[in-house]
């Protein structure tokens, strides 16, 4: 353990769990010295612990029956842990939790002591988090909070929803059962009534919505991680290869592709997979001209289909109005 302040800590711990514990037996749980745990008592005793013994087989050290350890007492790590998931809180929420959160650490800023303190300081300056969202978060507040509402609730909503490649947005009514932030967007998770199915929805997408007096109840097998987990995956395995001018842009995204690999000529082939063509297109035109779409053939003639479209919609410098 780091240091002094996490031992009398955990030894609290250690002793509000079970009285009568040996020297011998706290000292193994602390990974330290007999004459350390000794120490550590007479430390205790002294900021008003109310620490005692028994000799004897039965005996050990014990806390005065009745006692508990205050409130909110935080080793420096665990402090820091409270910090940063509030901050996230706000951050992933936004409005909805903001005034929760700013109140949380108001709280716990008033008893924390020196050391805790000193230890979040270092954390809030050198451990961050952001850029969590694709979307504004303020934008999907008015959306988020009724979603909210109605999983706390157990109220059916009615939304006009544009999905993907659907040209107009279809109305749907759907029993939500969960709010989901995964890789940089919010979804909401639940029973479609027009699918009659379990399905996910992007929130940025829900056009219109409003919560109705209809309840429901979440069935109680439902799991959303284990639904999220079981979840279609992408069908589509692509196959590109960036020249080797823009063979950097691979090279630094690692994270992207599946697999990835360099050519004798500098060129990067990598590949991934995605929900459909549409979606493999708009990849491949996001990096201009230092990536050619390989396989499928497919995808190869969409990209080109899209790019003359584009073509088609910058007239030479003399056209332009």
Sequence with gaps: ?????????????????QPNQKAGELADELGVSIRSVHRYM??????????????????????????????????????VAVYLGTGLVEQM??????????????????????????????????????CLHRVDPQRLTPHLEKLRQ????????RMRYRGQGQPEPLQRELDPYALVHRGGWWYSVGYCHLR???????????????????????????????YLATEPQPQVTVRLR???????????????????????????????????LNWAASIVLSYGGWAVAVEPRELYDLVCERANYIAGLHPPEAELT
Excluded: C
């Design 242 to 276: 960036f020249v080797p001018e823009g063979a950097g842009l691979a090279l630094d995204n690692r994270a992207y592709w599946d697999t990835l690999e360099e050519q004798a000529d500098g060129s990067v082939v990598v590949t991934f997979a995605v929900p459909d």
């Design 150 to 157: 109605a999983i706390h609730e157990g109220q059916r909503v």
């Design 42 to 79: 007479a430390m205790l005793d002294e900021i008003g612990i109310p620490v005692y013994s028994e000799r004897g087989p039965y005996g050990g050290f014990s806390l005065v029956r009745g006692y508990k350890m205050p409130p909110l007492v935080f080793t420096p790590e665990e402090a």
């Design 196 to 226: 009659q199915a379990l399905r996910t929805f992007r929130v940025d997408r829900i056009i219109e919505l409003a919560v109705l007096d209809e309840a429901f109840q979440v069935p109680a097998e439902f799991d959303a991680q284990a």
């Design 93 to 130: 929420w936004g409005q909805l939790y903001r005034e929760a959160a700013h109140g949380a650490l108001a709280k716990l800023d008033n008893v924390l002591p020196d050391e805790q303190r000193q230890e979040v300081a270092w954390a809030r300056r050198a451990l961050l988090a952001t």
């Design 1 to 17: 353990m780091s240091n002094t302040a996490t031992r009398l800590i955990t030894l609290l711990m250690l002793l509000q769990r």
